[in-house]
């Protein structure tokens, strides 16, 4: 069984360009989740999806970044305009669903390098 | 809000010594705990998890953790270290109260090396 895997692994941009993140998850998990871990700091939830619903997105900085799942199935989240602070390690999660009760299997990461 | 800490930023251990990671939590209720455990290049792994019941708990590659509620820890350990598992660690705590989702909140990280 294939894992959660990101696309790109490592992203290098200049302030103000678009990036747009990918993440297939784990087939037939419900749930995925965002997350972000800047240098040096503790990783950082960012929003939870089931399906396609956005269930939680209390943890999305400010409205440059858009996530989004269409069909339920990979995600894409998307910073535009990019800023300096943006910079860091973007980590998708999914799971199966809440009987499973959070085992949660991550990806690889992208790592995003804001110039 | 709930909370991680991991007091130790690096540690660095003798191979074949013996291992304790920190991780202390604030949470309004029973916790679900979690150990994760990010090798260079790779992506995070689940070493192993509480929910409930026995309060040591057994995980991947000879880990296990013990749940301490008046301690309000998590201390993740291992008897004998070897030189594979150096890796940076985390633990988290699962948000279940809110029925919101099942977020994680993760402390900032240990990195462990392990000498030769």
């Known amino acids: 069984e294939a894992g959660v895997t990101q696309f790109p692994s490592h992203s290098v941009i200049e302030k103000g360009q678009t990036v747009t993140l990918r993440c297939d998850p784990i087939?037939?998990?419900?749930?995925l989740y965002w997350y972000r871990r800047v240098m040096g700091k503790e990783i950082k939830f960012l929003l939870h999806?089931?399906?396609?619903?956005?269930?939680?997105e209390s943890g999305m900085p400010n409205n440059r970044f858009l996530a989004e799942r269409t069909g339920g199935t990979y995600s894409t989240l998307k910073v535009q305009p990019a800023e300096l602070e943006d910079s860091g390690v973007y980590f998708c999660?999914?799971?199966?669903?809440?009987?499973?009760?959070?085992?949660?299997?991550f990806g690889p990461g992208t790592r995003l390098t804001v110039l | 809000a709930q909370s991680v800490t991991q007091p130790d930023i690096h540690i660095t251990v003798s191979e074949g010594a013996s291992l304790e990671l920190r991780c202390n939590y604030s949470?309004?209720?029973?916790?679900?705990l979690f150990w994760y455990v990010q090798s260079p290049g790779q992506g995070l792994q689940l070493l192993l998890k509480?929910?409930?019941?026995?309060?040591l708990v057994q995980g991947i590659k000879g880990f296990e953790a013990e749940f301490k509620r008046s301690q309000s820890s998590f201390n993740l350990r291992k008897p004998s270290v070897h030189w594979s598992d150096a890796a940076e660690y985390f633990c988290?705590?699962?948000?279940?109260?809110?029925?919101?989702?099942?977020?994680?909140?993760f402390g900032t990280g240990t990195q462990l090396k392990v000498e030769l």
């Open positions: 999660a999914s799971s199966q669903d809440r009987v499973r009760r959070n085992e949660q299997f």
């Open positions: 087939s037939g998990h419900d749930n």
């Open positions: 999806f089931v399906k396609e619903s956005k269930q939680d």
């Open positions: 949470y309004g209720a029973t916790p679900y």
């Open positions: 509480y929910f409930s019941g026995d309060t």
């Open positions: 988290a705590v699962g948000d279940i109260l809110t029925g919101g989702g099942n977020k994680l909140t």
